[in-house]
């Protein structure tokens, strides 16, 4: 087999690429759907028409030699050009097409999302959209996600990161636990106060704005919870003092629920990201959603 026709066999190239990356044959071969010894087949022809090595294979595993590693530069270079102009294809059309992965991990991501989807979705009905929820980031991004929102600093190689800014938190009482306890004029009162604690934060210790620096305000109380909507709810319930984004807690407040405490001071330390796959020349579906997502989310 020649060199040009081999080098025109997309299949083999990418299934080089996806070894490099994955840097494992089983690996490999469960994410294109073959056998591993079919994934060692396409590289040994691929090597063969080369003439040669690319990969170096051990017991301890495998690594790219340096041929490998100049032919993996130039087709993910390749690969970028393609993308780029399917991405300009697509969108020389009117309107976007196809279905959006929306990927959000932990609670505020999800209920930060939930009016930009039903607005996205209105104003684009011949689009669908694909949500799965995580709890957390340890379960990264998930494959094929057009778009991540989060808290937390994800490391999602081949994803852009983009900050959406600070997320805007409050500290509520219900008006029954004020009345019982009485008012909360000062951050350092509520050390003497029952306050919910969030039991993913290894402090125990609230953040507030004083004289232009933070001041950190330890807390304690019988709850501490990893979820906002018990959270809230135990806060409503007069159990105590409860800290949140104010997305998390405007209905009950606007209700008369919940009140807020300390608006001046409260730090808002959490800033909302969004990672989104592709490079600067984006697919009007996930450019649209992105725009939205600045106009609205905070």
């Known amino acids: 087999m020649s060199v040009k026709r081999v080098l025109r066999d997309l299949n083999k190239l990418n299934t080089f690429v996806r070894v490099a990356e994955r840097k494992s044959f089983t690996r490999a071969a469960e994410d294109l759907r ?4 079919m994934i060692s087949k396409h590289i040994k022809e691929l090597e063969e028409a080369l003439g040669f090595v690319i990969l170096n294979r051990s017991t301890h595993g495998m690594s790219l030699t340096e041929a490998g590693e100049g032919l993996l530069q ?8 393609i993308d780029s102009y399917v991405t300009e294809a697509r969108n020389s059309q009117e309107t976007p097409h196809g279905t959006l992965s929306l990927q959000t991990i932990g609670d505020y991501a999800g209920l930060a999302a939930a009016p930009v989807v039903a607005r996205y979705l209105s104003k684009m009905p011949g689009l669908k959209l694909h949500h799965s929820a995580s709890p957390d980031v340890s ?15 994800l490391t999602a190689p081949g994803f852009q990161e983009v900050d959406l800014g600070a997320v805007r938190h409050v500290v ?45 305000v ?9 979820g906002w909507v018990l959270a809230c709810e135990a806060a409503i319930l ?5 800290r949140a984004p104010a997305r998390a807690v405007e209905a009950a407040v606007a209700r008369g629920q919940l009140i807020c405490l300390l608006e001046n001071s409260v730090a808002s330390p959490e800033r909302l990201l969004a990672y989104h796959s592709g490079g600067s020349a984006l697919p009007k579906k996930t450019a649209e959603f992105m725009a939205l997502l600045r106009e609205m989310v905070l």
């Open 34 to 37: 073959t056998t591993p010894s």
């Open 74 to 81: 130039n087709c993910l270079e390749m690969l970028d050009q």
């Open 139 to 153: 379960q990264g991004p998930g494959d094929g996600a057009d778009i991540i929102l989060t808290l937390k600093r």
């Open 172 to 216: 509520c009482a219900s008006p029954a636990y004020l009345a019982l306890h009485g008012p909360v004029s000062d951050p350092r009162m509520l050390k003497e106060r029952s306050c919910i604690g969030d039991l993913k934060s290894p402090s125990k210790e609230w953040p507030f704005h004083s004289s232009g620096q933070t001041m950190l």
């Open 218 to 226: 330890e807390i304690g109380g019988p709850l501490l919870s990893n």
């Open 238 to 242: 007069g159990l105590g003092i409860v």
